[in-house]
């Protein structure tokens, strides 16, 4: 069995973190803090560490794939099958209780929930463009890579993280930060041992570049954007610390960390997302009490078990229908492999 289950369990990490940063989003849960106190410290800090979640996300997909050449459509459409599925049955269901009338606002936010997906919708861009990526990095040599690297992390990192975001004005949540981070994945991977960096060294920056975001990010909130540069760097020396534990796949781990996508499509969902963390955990209330931390990690557990539950449902009905549906189609099963 292939010794990769750290990354799976990494997976997992991620998920939960995303759920956590969505805990205290204001638009969401509304229970981040920021008062000088125990609550406060403690929202503000796990903010500061769990900020690296989508990133994490985007190096586990890269790491797998800096020698492909090829895309498979059919994971494609699988994700935009789910993507869709779910917000057509939670739009509906919010519409045939009453809870969301039938109109036309409600009609464009359901729309917006599918095409407004940003990490979904970025993350498949990502994945269309890898051949492409890595057919031009081939191209160049070691030297060049880093070159190039070096440039996206001054203009793309640096630059938005110390002066302005005049260079990219979306905090890490588009295409120019996935692939910066795609591409100081493919450097490491193809032209560094992974026994090159030290394992203490790769704590020591995760540490340091934490400390950094929690400090100031209490005087700047884009210290908390996905491109910041110690936000990035925080992403790759955890990653990198990660692919040092050689451990074996276990099934269960890894049917759970398959949960992840759709854990975060469902609960995101704009017209449940907010009542789901306020009305059924009570996020908004709790994170003035003492009893934050175990309502945190009660609505946590409690949205990821629901969901896992909830997606178990749909891949079954989908396993007698829809799949066997689409998978007749001959562009669903197509590869697109790019000429050598």
């Not at 970025?122 to 070691?142: C, H, M, R, S, T």
């Not at 689409?326 to 197509?334: A, G, Q, T």
Request: aromatic fraction near 18%; include cysteine; charge should be positive.
């Amino acid at each position: 069995m292939k010794k990769t289950g750290q990354f799976d369990i990494l997976k997992i990490i991620s998920i939960l973190m995303v759920l956590v940063l969505h805990y205290f989003n204001k638009s969401y849960g509304g229970g981040l803090n920021d008062s000088i106190t125990f609550n406060g410290i403690l929202t503000h800090s796990l903010e500061s560490i769990c900020i690296i979640a989508c990133n994490l996300f985007v190096l586990i997909t890269s790491w797998f794939m800096v020698d492909t050449k090829s895309i498979k459509l059919k994971k494609i459409f699988n994700i935009l099958i789910i993507l869709v599925f779910y917000n057509i049955v939670i739009y509906g269901i919010c519409v045939l209780t009453g809870y969301v009338k039938l109109n036309s606002d409600s009609l464009k936010s359901f729309i917006n929930t599918i095409t407004n997906c940003w990490f979904v919708i970025i993350y498949l861009i990502l994945y269309i463009l890898i051949p492409f990526i890595n057919k031009g990095l081939e191209k160049f040599n070691k030297k060049e890579v880093f070159n190039l690297l070096v440039i996206m992390l001054i203009f793309f990192s640096i630059y938005p993280t110390f002066l302005t975001n005049v260079t990219v004005k979306d905090g890490g949540y588009g295409i120019i930060n996935f692939i910066t981070l795609y591409i100081a994945i493919y450097y490491i991977k193809k032209y560094l041992n992974n026994k090159s960096f030290k394992t203490y060294l790769l704590f020591l920056i995760f540490i340091f570049s934490t400390i950094i975001t929690i400090v100031l990010s209490y005087k700047s909130m884009r210290l908390w954007n996905y491109n910041s540069i110690f936000v990035i760097t925080a992403s790759i020396s955890l990653f990198m610390l990660f692919t040092r534990f050689e451990i074996k796949r276990n099934k269960f781990i890894t049917y759970i960390a398959s949960f992840s996508l759709a854990t975060y499509i469902i609960h995101s969902n704009m017209f449940i997302v907010r009542d789901l963390y306020c009305e059924i955990f009570k996020s908004d209330y709790y994170s003035h009490t003492n009893l934050l931390p175990i309502n945190l990690l009660i609505s946590i557990i409690g949205i990821f078990i629901g969901c896992i539950i909830i997606e178990i449902i749909r891949r079954f009905i989908f396993k007698y229908s829809i799949d066997k549906f689409v998978s007749k189609f001959k562009i669903y099963n197509k590869t697109i492999e790019l000429a050598k």
